[in-house]
Protein backbone atom coordinates (compact mmCIF):
# COMPACT_ATOMS: atom_id res chain seq x y z
CA UNK A 1 0.00 0.00 0.00
CA UNK A 2 1.61 3.68 -1.04
CA UNK A 3 1.27 6.08 1.67
CA UNK A 4 1.65 9.47 1.97
CA UNK A 5 3.08 11.52 4.94
CA UNK A 6 2.49 14.91 5.52
CA UNK A 7 4.42 16.92 8.16
CA UNK A 8 3.30 18.74 10.22
CA UNK A 9 -0.13 18.11 10.50
CA UNK A 10 -1.16 21.52 12.05
CA UNK A 11 0.64 24.58 11.76
CA UNK A 12 -0.36 27.92 13.14
CA UNK A 13 1.78 30.79 12.16
CA UNK A 14 1.56 34.70 11.92
CA UNK A 15 1.40 36.59 8.63
CA UNK A 16 4.82 37.44 6.83
CA UNK A 17 6.39 34.11 8.24
CA UNK A 18 7.63 31.39 6.00
CA UNK A 19 6.78 27.57 6.07
CA UNK A 20 7.54 24.52 4.62
CA UNK A 21 5.26 21.39 4.39
CA UNK A 22 6.67 18.34 3.82
CA UNK A 23 5.02 14.90 1.70
CA UNK A 24 7.00 11.48 2.15
CA UNK A 25 6.68 8.28 1.25
CA UNK A 26 8.65 4.83 0.42
CA UNK A 27 6.84 4.80 -2.98
CA UNK A 28 7.90 6.06 -6.40
CA UNK A 29 5.12 8.01 -7.90
CA UNK A 30 4.96 8.94 -11.84
CA UNK A 31 4.22 12.61 -10.85
CA UNK A 32 3.26 14.61 -7.17
CA UNK A 33 0.42 17.17 -7.40
CA UNK A 34 -0.59 19.57 -4.38
CA UNK A 35 -3.77 20.46 -3.73
CA UNK A 36 -5.03 23.59 -1.52
CA UNK A 37 -8.71 22.66 0.19
CA UNK A 38 -10.94 25.34 2.18
CA UNK A 39 -13.58 24.02 4.19
CA UNK A 40 -16.75 21.73 3.05
CA UNK A 41 -14.78 22.84 -0.29
CA UNK A 42 -13.34 19.99 -2.75
CA UNK A 43 -9.81 20.07 -3.65
CA UNK A 44 -7.90 22.72 -5.76
CA UNK A 45 -4.89 21.90 -7.56
CA UNK A 46 -2.19 24.16 -7.32
CA UNK A 47 0.67 22.42 -9.12
CA UNK A 48 2.18 18.79 -11.09
CA UNK A 49 5.66 17.98 -10.65
CA UNK A 50 6.81 15.08 -12.72
CA UNK A 51 11.02 14.94 -12.94
CA UNK A 52 12.77 14.17 -10.29
CA UNK A 53 14.48 16.98 -8.82
CA UNK A 54 11.82 19.72 -10.24
CA UNK A 55 11.26 23.07 -8.70
CA UNK A 56 8.47 25.35 -9.36
CA UNK A 57 7.28 28.30 -8.21
CA UNK A 58 3.54 29.79 -7.62
CA UNK A 59 3.90 33.43 -6.66
CA UNK A 60 5.22 32.74 -3.16
CA UNK A 61 4.77 28.87 -3.07
CA UNK A 62 7.79 26.99 -4.00
CA UNK A 63 7.13 23.37 -4.73
CA UNK A 64 10.09 20.67 -5.12
CA UNK A 65 10.25 16.70 -5.99
CA UNK A 66 12.65 14.97 -4.51
CA UNK A 67 15.03 12.68 -6.91
CA UNK A 68 13.91 10.24 -6.02
CA UNK A 69 10.34 11.12 -6.68
CA UNK A 70 9.43 9.30 -3.06
CA UNK A 71 8.72 12.89 -1.37
CA UNK A 72 8.25 16.58 -1.97
CA UNK A 73 8.11 20.33 -0.34
CA UNK A 74 6.07 23.36 -0.43
CA UNK A 75 7.45 26.28 0.85
CA UNK A 76 5.49 29.38 1.44
CA UNK A 77 7.22 33.08 2.02
CA UNK A 78 6.22 35.85 3.89
CA UNK A 79 2.33 33.67 4.70
CA UNK A 80 -0.68 35.93 4.34
CA UNK A 81 -4.24 35.11 6.19
CA UNK A 82 -5.80 33.82 2.36
CA UNK A 83 -3.26 30.87 2.52
CA UNK A 84 -4.65 29.12 5.42
CA UNK A 85 -6.20 26.45 4.42
CA UNK A 86 -5.63 22.48 4.42
CA UNK A 87 -3.03 21.31 1.77
CA UNK A 88 -2.67 18.06 0.41
CA UNK A 89 -0.30 16.08 -1.64
CA UNK A 90 -0.95 13.17 -3.97
CA UNK A 91 0.39 11.14 -5.58
CA UNK A 92 0.16 9.23 -9.13
CA UNK A 93 1.55 5.52 -9.85
CA UNK A 94 -0.09 5.53 -12.98
CA UNK A 95 2.40 6.76 -16.25
CA UNK A 96 -1.74 7.86 -17.99
CA UNK A 97 -3.60 4.99 -19.20
CA UNK A 98 -7.32 4.48 -18.21
CA UNK A 99 -6.48 5.58 -14.32
CA UNK A 100 -4.95 8.25 -12.73
CA UNK A 101 -5.76 7.34 -9.33
CA UNK A 102 -4.42 9.46 -6.62
CA UNK A 103 -3.11 8.81 -3.11
CA UNK A 104 -3.62 11.62 -0.91
CA UNK A 105 -1.23 12.09 1.75
CA UNK A 106 -2.42 13.03 5.52
CA UNK A 107 -2.83 16.65 5.07
CA UNK A 108 -1.43 19.90 6.34
CA UNK A 109 -3.79 22.23 8.06
CA UNK A 110 -2.33 25.79 7.81
CA UNK A 111 -3.54 28.74 9.49
CA UNK A 112 -1.80 32.27 9.08
CA UNK A 113 -3.08 34.50 11.99
CA UNK A 114 -3.35 38.42 10.73
CA UNK B 1 -14.82 27.31 -17.75
CA UNK B 2 -17.23 24.98 -16.89
CA UNK B 3 -16.26 22.87 -13.59
CA UNK B 4 -17.67 19.58 -11.82
CA UNK B 5 -20.77 19.55 -11.00
CA UNK B 6 -22.38 17.83 -7.97
CA UNK B 7 -25.71 17.22 -6.65
CA UNK B 8 -27.05 17.28 -4.35
CA UNK B 9 -24.47 19.75 -1.94
CA UNK B 10 -25.78 18.71 1.12
CA UNK B 11 -28.04 15.00 2.10
CA UNK B 12 -29.23 14.36 5.46
CA UNK B 13 -30.52 10.52 5.47
CA UNK B 14 -31.41 8.25 8.55
CA UNK B 15 -29.95 4.96 9.06
CA UNK B 16 -30.44 2.13 6.17
CA UNK B 17 -31.71 4.38 3.88
CA UNK B 18 -30.55 4.56 0.90
CA UNK B 19 -28.73 7.94 -0.61
CA UNK B 20 -27.65 8.78 -4.90
CA UNK B 21 -25.35 11.74 -5.32
CA UNK B 22 -24.55 12.68 -9.17
CA UNK B 23 -21.34 14.10 -10.71
CA UNK B 24 -21.05 16.05 -13.99
CA UNK B 25 -17.85 16.15 -15.20
CA UNK B 26 -16.12 19.21 -17.23
CA UNK B 27 -17.36 18.82 -20.70
CA UNK B 28 -14.98 16.66 -22.78
CA UNK B 29 -13.47 15.03 -19.52
CA UNK B 30 -13.92 10.92 -20.40
CA UNK B 31 -12.57 9.59 -16.35
CA UNK B 32 -14.58 10.31 -13.27
CA UNK B 33 -13.56 9.51 -9.84
CA UNK B 34 -15.11 9.37 -6.59
CA UNK B 35 -13.61 9.92 -3.20
CA UNK B 36 -14.87 9.87 -0.27
CA UNK B 37 -13.72 12.46 2.96
CA UNK B 38 -14.31 11.75 6.32
CA UNK B 39 -14.04 14.89 8.75
CA UNK B 40 -10.32 15.31 9.53
CA UNK B 41 -9.59 12.93 7.02
CA UNK B 42 -7.39 12.95 3.62
CA UNK B 43 -9.46 11.67 0.15
CA UNK B 44 -10.13 7.99 0.03
CA UNK B 45 -10.51 6.65 -3.45
CA UNK B 46 -13.90 5.07 -3.88
CA UNK B 47 -14.35 3.91 -8.02
CA UNK B 48 -13.45 5.59 -11.11
CA UNK B 49 -14.84 5.22 -14.91
CA UNK B 50 -13.27 5.56 -18.05
CA UNK B 51 -15.30 5.79 -21.23
CA UNK B 52 -18.49 4.28 -19.14
CA UNK B 53 -16.58 1.23 -18.01
CA UNK B 54 -15.46 0.76 -14.60
CA UNK B 55 -11.29 1.35 -14.76
CA UNK B 56 -9.99 1.05 -11.04
CA UNK B 57 -11.84 0.41 -7.36
CA UNK B 58 -10.55 1.54 -4.40
CA UNK B 59 -12.09 1.45 -0.79
CA UNK B 60 -15.44 1.26 -1.91
CA UNK B 61 -18.05 -0.78 0.29
CA UNK B 62 -20.48 -3.23 -1.16
CA UNK B 63 -23.36 -1.47 -0.12
CA UNK B 64 -22.06 1.20 -2.67
CA UNK B 65 -22.51 1.53 -6.23
CA UNK B 66 -21.81 3.58 -9.16
CA UNK B 67 -21.83 4.09 -12.89
CA UNK B 68 -20.76 6.34 -15.59
CA UNK B 69 -23.88 6.96 -18.27
CA UNK B 70 -23.49 7.63 -21.89
CA UNK B 71 -23.27 11.39 -21.13
CA UNK B 72 -20.45 10.82 -19.01
CA UNK B 73 -22.03 12.01 -15.52
CA UNK B 74 -21.63 9.59 -13.22
CA UNK B 75 -23.98 8.44 -10.19
CA UNK B 76 -22.91 6.84 -6.41
CA UNK B 77 -25.11 5.11 -5.13
CA UNK B 78 -25.49 3.85 -1.57
CA UNK B 79 -27.71 1.51 0.58
CA UNK B 80 -28.19 0.53 3.68
CA UNK B 81 -26.42 3.33 5.29
CA UNK B 82 -24.83 3.31 8.10
CA UNK B 83 -23.49 6.43 10.24
CA UNK B 84 -20.04 6.17 9.23
CA UNK B 85 -20.62 6.85 5.80
CA UNK B 86 -21.39 10.46 6.72
CA UNK B 87 -19.06 12.28 5.14
CA UNK B 88 -18.18 14.71 2.14
CA UNK B 89 -18.25 12.82 -1.36
CA UNK B 90 -16.15 14.42 -4.10
CA UNK B 91 -16.81 13.95 -7.69
CA UNK B 92 -13.41 14.61 -9.61
CA UNK B 93 -12.36 14.15 -13.76
CA UNK B 94 -9.92 14.22 -15.80
CA UNK B 95 -9.43 14.03 -19.81
CA UNK B 96 -7.24 11.09 -19.61
CA UNK B 97 -4.88 11.42 -22.83
CA UNK B 98 -4.46 15.58 -22.09
CA UNK B 99 -3.50 14.23 -17.99
CA UNK B 100 -1.29 11.53 -17.97
CA UNK B 101 0.60 13.04 -14.95
CA UNK B 102 -2.48 12.37 -12.66
CA UNK B 103 -4.52 16.35 -12.61
CA UNK B 104 -7.91 15.82 -11.11
CA UNK B 105 -10.20 18.83 -11.34
CA UNK B 106 -12.72 17.89 -8.37
CA UNK B 107 -16.01 19.22 -7.75
CA UNK B 108 -17.36 20.80 -4.75
CA UNK B 109 -18.42 17.79 -2.89
CA UNK B 110 -21.53 16.41 -1.41
CA UNK B 111 -21.78 15.96 2.13
CA UNK B 112 -23.80 13.05 3.12
CA UNK B 113 -25.27 12.96 6.84
CA UNK B 114 -26.65 9.88 8.35
CA UNK B 115 -28.72 10.32 11.30
Known amino acids: TQLLEQSPQFLSIQEGENLTVYCNSSSVFSSLQWYRQEPGEGPVLLVT?????EVKKLKRLTFQFGDARKDSSLHITAAQPGDTGLYLCAGASSYGGATNKLIFGTGTLLAVQP | AAGVIQSPRHLIKEKRETATLKCYPI?????VYWYQQGPGQDPQFLISFYEKMQSDKGSIPDRFSAQQFSDYHSELNMSSLELGDSALYFC??????????????FGEGSRLTVL
Open chain 1, 49 to 53: VVTGG
Open chain 2, 27 to 31: PRHDT
Open chain 2, 92 to 105: ASSLDWQAPTGELF
